[in-house]
């Protein structure tokens, strides 16, 4: 009875409060892991208890299926949380699965394509209540120690729960960027192919776990969750604790117009590299069709990764490198040995600006049109400099769109020394919409610290957190969108 009045109560809210009141209900900072054994050697996985989930992404009342090994066998509980504002807390506890039996499962051969594809028995699967609203849900398995000395070791399984409502705004996690750099389970990667880090028709699965993030610094306390906590989670954090209209989809969920239309707001978000060119052409097409696109992300459109099925037939499960968006442009024919098979648009002219060569380092993110809307409430002037905003990848090359302006620009200096010109733009779409591109992937660490998140640094960068200017900027983008 209890739970049929609180189906009925969230049907009769108003859907624009839905984020709100979900984020008014009790919090828990539990949700973090704080007993993590990497394995020994190179430290990519977990062992002793790591897992991965059947889908990227799921709908209020589909079924999930949830993978998980245990070596030693030992018996686990799944505590799944949806990521979000809470008071401050950044999770609220949805519901506590098992105890299971775990068991070893069998590390996955390599297959065509440098493909490894884990086909790991489901331990369990869920039918995700109706009443859980769309969100980043982390799964956070804990081993039942077997002993008084041993911790309760933890690892993270990570998916998102998507929903057909109209919304202010889609949240697109970068999901097929997290599994392109995954390096599950042994160094492992779309980048550890022995031809090059970007050898053509390379292949990665989404059935296997996430491995250790290790790219430009070590965060053991976030494996299992792709790139989520490291990048996008300071802005779904601020998104909700300021009552935004959010929706949250995987890259996978993108590849259809329908998809983009459903909001007045699209959000690239962090490190957001690969698209299926099917995304590309449907977010071309919303553009046109009057939605507002902000690239609060760097490096962002660059690899052409066409969906494939898994082995049992599952529809976007695998995605191999099978181009460049653009090509060969701007001296990246010094980076690229190989020819790819397929050829993308330049991302630029999606985007307003696109990735450019050398494409690692660190700067200043420096104010050029302080006059221009965006900037209202601020107190910038040109030249203004928010301090190491800018990195570790990031955009430039403008491209040649009517109406586009370059609002802030600079040098990142690769290798510490080696100057990477990037440009933050806006260019007017055809129905009073507009497209950002802040130029770079740490902007979302420019409006909030939430808990459980850790500052990056490359190339003796690192950005120093929340900035009011980024905040404001963000809002007064936001509000002129939504028409606020």
Not at 28 to 35: C, D, E, I, V, Y
Not at 241 to 254: A, E, I, L, P, R
Not at 457 to 484: C, E, M, Y
Request: with cysteine.
């Amino acid at each position: 009875m209890r739970r049929r009045q609180l189906l009925q109560a969230a049907a009769a809210l108003p859907l624009a409060d839905l984020i709100p009141a979900e984020n008014r209900k009790p919090g828990t900072n539990a949700w973090q892991l704080t007993k993590v054994w990497p394995n020994k050697g190179k430290g990519f996985r977990s062992g002793l208890i790591e897992g991965y989930c059947g889908q990227q992404s799921v709908h209020a009342g589909e079924t999930l299926t949830i993978h998980v090994s245990a070596d030693p066998a030992r018996r686990f509980t799944i505590d799944i949380y949806r990521m979000g504002y809470y008071g401050g807390t950044g999770a609220r506890h949805m519901t506590q699965l098992g105890p299971f039996q775990g068991k070893p499962q069998v590390d996955p051969p390599i297959g065509p394509n440098r493909l490894r594809e884990c086909r790991w028995e489901p331990v369990t699967s869920v039918t995700i209540p109706k009443d859980w609203p769309s969100g980043v849900y982390l799964g956070k398995l804990t081993c039942v120690p077997v002993s008084s000395l041993e911790h309760p070791w933890q690892s993270y399984i990570i998916f998102i729960v998507k929903d057909r409502r109209k919304a202010a705004i889609t949240f697109q996690c970068s999901d097929n960027t997290w599994a392109a750099y995954n390096r599950w389970p042994d160094d492992f990667s779309l980048y550890t192919d022995p031809r090059h880090s970007w050898a053509p028709s390379v292949a990665t699965s989404f059935d296997k776990p996430y491995a250790k993030y290790a790219q430009i610094f070590d965060h053991p306390l976030s494996v299992g969750s792709g790139e989520f906590l490291l990048w996008e989670y300071p802005l779904a954090y601020w998104l909700e604790m300021h009552g935004f209209d959010v929706t949250y989809t995987s890259n996978s969920d993108m590849i259809e117009s329908a998809q983009f239309l459903r909001s007045k707001v699209f959000l690239s978000v962090g490190h957001d590299e690969y698209w299926d060119r099917r995304q590309y052409d449907a977010a071309l097409d919303s553009i046109r069709q009057g939605v507002t696109h902000l690239y609060l992300s760097g490096n962002s459109v660059m690899g052409l990764t066409p969906f494939q099925s898994s082995a049992d037939g599952r529809p976007n499960r695998v995605i191999s490198r099978e181009g460049v968006y653009g090509s060969v442009y701007g001296g990246l024919d010094k980076f690229f040995k190989y020819p790819f098979p397929q050829e993308g648009p330049n991302a630029n002219l999606l985007m307003g600006a696109h990735s450019v060569f050398p494409f690692n380092g660190g700067g200043d993110w420096i104010c050029k049109k302080p006059g221009h809307w965006m900037f209202q409430g601020t107190g910038m002037k040109q030249g203004d400099r928010i301090e190491s905003l800018v990195g570790w990848e990031f955009h430039g090359d403008p491209a040649p769109i009517p109406g586009l302006e370059i609002v802030a620009e600079g040098d990142a200096l690769s290798g510490g020394r080696t100057p990477s010109h990037w440009t933050s733009t806006i260019y007017p779409g055809p129905k009073e919409n507009f497209v950002f591109n802040a130029a770079t992937i740490w902007w979302a660490q420019g409006l909030s610290s939430p808990p459980g998140h850790i500052l990056p640094w490359s190339h003796w960068v690192r950005p120093l957190g929340p900035d009011l200017r980024v905040q404001r900027i963000t809002k007064n983008l936001l509000d002129r969108a939504l028409g606020q």
